[in-house]
């Protein structure tokens, strides 16, 4: 007899009982990998603040608004990524 045939070929997380730790080390890869991503987004509004006066009005005007931010929540990243210049920060 083979230990293969025994062995469930697709693994359902969702039904295994998870300890503590366990959620507690997904939370932090999660967290980790929400900062690595913001950190480039952030350092772009930063970097618009302070090239001039116009473009921090226009950066203000957008994260003021949000809604470009929340319309892009409930989308696909390629279609957020299309209409995000309509937005008028990159204008």
Known sequence: M?????R??????????QPIG????ILHRLS???????VPVLLYAFM????????FDRLI???????AILSC????GRRCIISWPACGIWA
């Open 22 to 25: 366990a959620w507690v080390s």
């Open 8 to 17: 469930p070929y697709h693994l359902d997380l969702f039904k295994i009982r």
């Open 73 to 76: 929540w409930g989308r696909s």
């Open 61 to 67: 005007a957008f994260l003021q608004g949000g809604s």
């Open 2 to 6: 083979s230990m293969r045939a025994a």
């Open 48 to 55: 618009l603040s302070l090239r001039s006066e116009p473009d």
């Open 32 to 38: 980790g990998a929400v900062l690595a991503l913001a």
